[in-house]
């Protein structure tokens, strides 16, 4: 048997005459750019996110990049988020102008932590500009904690929502969906993400109607009437074919996250009962998961890897180097040692396949194979 860890094709099967029904409209309508597609898209996400402004734009790397450009940042200006995370979230702060500071996670919940935020907070006061929580796999980074930060040490709050679109956290006495709680929200849609497009395509989040203006400029070259250019921006918008593409996934996101709760809940009750050496992912009770990923941590990792993958069971590792080792930001100055939750963390981890359309018997495999490498 083999088991992609991840495969659009199920889905695409599943939803066919929608999706080519969408896509053909596009391409009859002669609109490719900024159209209705977008425009709607941009309301019915917003109303599902419970946001008063959405902006489609190119990737949920814009997405970030452009959130940080409307701040306007200097190299002198620091941002802080977490070294364990994808490249592009300490890439695009470079790239909006500001220098990015990094602080170590939390050992259960691979999130940054608020408590290493508020010490560099506290050294760093008059620097620090930004704080760029990073969601990861699922479940929501402490927002509660990152709000309070916010007001006490007047900083800006960035969500990087790649990776939990639909996911809920409590704030406060409320709970609200990941990514619409600080000043922008930043979401992807990677084909392999719960909501994802047929290419490229991301959305910036914000309750603010300055900051939605500024960074919907910014999204069409600092521009809100053609040929009118009030700054600098770039070329980064959502096109009609994706836009028409995720509006009808759109309609099933929640359907398709509760079938991947469950399939997180069927991989922990198995592999708890077979009691194999395995930290499974907390379900948390302030809150939801929606599992983008089923992250595991082990010791032997990289031999759990070879062993899946010689049985045709797809996995992977997110991420095998934290950012503060990765080559491109060696100027920053950090060694090893300097994250140690981040650093045993990365060791330790591993993807399981899961996306909506995974079969029980398949399930079955997976736990089966985890058994014969944990006791053959």
Avoid: W
Avoid at 52 to 61: D, M, Q, R, Y
Avoid at 232 to 242: A, F, H, K, M, V
Avoid at 325 to 351: M, N, R
Wanted: hydrophobic share 40%; aromatic share 12%.
């Amino acid at each position: 048997m083999k088991i992609p860890i991840f495969t659009p094709k199920r889905q695409y099967k599943k939803l066919k005459k929608e999706i080519d029904k969408a896509i053909f409209s596009v391409l009859e309508s002669g609109i490719f750019i900024l159209g209705n597609q977008v425009k709607s898209f941009e309301k019915e996400i917003a109303k599902y996110l419970g946001v008063k402004f959405a902006i489609g734009v190119s990737s949920g790397t814009a997405a970030l990049f452009i959130s940080l450009k409307s701040f306007q940042l200097t190299r002198d200006d620091l941002v802080i988020t977490t070294p364990f995370t994808f490249f592009a979230t300490a890439e695009e702060i470079i790239n909006a102008g500001a220098t990015p500071i990094f602080a170590d996670i939390e050992d259960e919940h691979f999130s940054l932590s608020p408590e290493k935020v508020e010490d560099i907070l506290k050294k760093y006061r008059d620097k620090v500009k930004v704080v760029l929580p990073v969601h990861l796999f699922g479940k929501c980074a402490n927002m509660d904690a990152f709000m309070y930060l916010s007001n006490k040490y007047n900083v800006k709050i960035i969500e990087d929502a790649a990776q939990i679109i639909g996911s809920v956290c409590k704030v406060g006495n409320k709970y609200r969906k990941g990514g619409t709680i600080g000043d922008f929200g930043a979401f992807s849609f990677f084909p392999t993400k719960n909501l994802g497009a047929y290419g490229d395509g991301g959305l910036i989040v914000t309750n603010d109607e300055r900051l939605f203006e500024i960074a919907n400029m910014i999204r069409s070259h600092g521009s809100k009437k053609r040929y009118y250019h009030e700054m600098i921006g770039t070329n980064s918008r959502l096109d009609e074919i994706q836009a028409a593409v995720l509006r009808v996934k759109l309609k099933y996101l929640e359907e398709f996250n509760t079938k991947r709760q469950k399939i997180a809940k069927y991989y922990n009750e198995n592999i708890r009962k077979l009691k194999l050496p395995i930290k499974t992912p907390e379900i948390p009770e302030d809150g939801s998961h929606i599992f983008h990923q089923y992250v595991i941590r082990v010791e032997e990792r990289d031999r759990l890897s070879e062993f899946l993958t010689s049985h045709g069971v797809g996995n992977a590792i997110y991420y095998p180097v934290p950012l503060h080792f990765q080559k491109a930001l060696s100027y920053l100055g950090y060694k090893v040692g300097d994250f140690p939750v981040t650093e045993k963390v990365a060791k330790e981890v591993i993807a399981l396949p899961i996306f909506p359309e995974l079969e029980r018997e398949e399930l079955d495999y997976i736990i089966e194979i985890l058994d014969k490498f944990y006791k053959g």
